[in-house]
């Protein structure tokens, strides 16, 4: 089993920035499975944000290109999503993922991952 904790959340005005962090943990954990971020906005359907491999390796979705950078610090299991030059569309909440497979794919289908936090909700005002 793997647990994901997001954090990091919040209220910011367009042009703003935040930082969302996301905790893995479990036994059968391994920071070379490929990890994402997704949104969910009122409304809507899940969207793919961005993901990143096992290499460090990054894809993200047209709309926050330039604007929003994933990383992830594989000796503290963290995956971390900056987000900068926020815009009121930016406003869902986001959800991180892990896919529990050693792969440098990038996948951006969340019926391909297998694990989910809770979410944390970020709005962006105008």
């Known amino acids: 089993q793997v647990q994901l904790v997001e954090s990091g959340g919040g209220l910011v005005r367009a042009g703003g920035s935040l930082r969302l962090s996301c905790a893995a943990s479990?036994?059968?954990?391994?920071?070379?499975?490929?990890m994402g971020w997704f949104r969910q906005a009122p409304g809507k359907e899940r969207e793919f944000v961005a993901t990143?491999?096992?290499?460090?390796?990054?894809y993200y979705t047209d709309s926050v290109k330039g604007r929003f950078t994933i990383s992830r610090d594989n000796a503290k299991n963290m995956l971390y999503l900056q987000m900068n030059s926020m815009k009121p569309e930016d406003t869902a909440v986001y959800y991180c993922?892990?896919?529990?497979?050693?792969?440098?794919?990038?996948?951006?289908?969340?019926?391909?991952?297998?694990?989910w936090g809770q979410g944390t909700q970020v709005t962006v005002s105008s």
């Open positions: 993922a892990v896919k529990a497979s050693l792969s440098g794919t990038y996948y951006i289908s969340g019926h391909e991952y297998d694990y």
């Open positions: 479990g036994r059968t954990f391994n920071n070379g499975f490929p």
């Open positions: 990143t491999n096992w290499s460090g390796g990054t």
